[in-house]
């Protein structure tokens, strides 16, 4: 997988991608092939995973990506 190639923790969804992923842990939903994904943390156990682009937000602290339920839970 080439992440970052379109800046920090940001890809797109290609083929080998969508063999490898299936779905998305935020939505549960299927990728598709083109989706703009990042590397974002979240409510999962474990490392970051590829999530939509729109459901993260870009957390400048730490200069990555969270999920954006998650993001907003903290805030609480
Ligand atoms: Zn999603």
């Not at 598709?32 to 990042?38: C, E, F, I, M, S």
């Amino acid at each position: 997988m080439r992440i970052g190639d379109r800046g920090p923790g940001k890809t797109i969804i290609d083929l080998q991608m969508l063999n490898e992923l299936k779905t998305c842990p935020a939505c549960s939903r299927s990728f598709n092939l083109g989706d703009p994904v990042v590397l974002a943390c979240g409510a999962w156990e474990g490392p970051p995973r590829l999530i939509h682009e729109h459901e993260a937000v870009f957390n400048k602290k730490t200069s990555s990506y969270i999920e954006r339920k998650c993001a907003e839970a903290s805030r609480l």
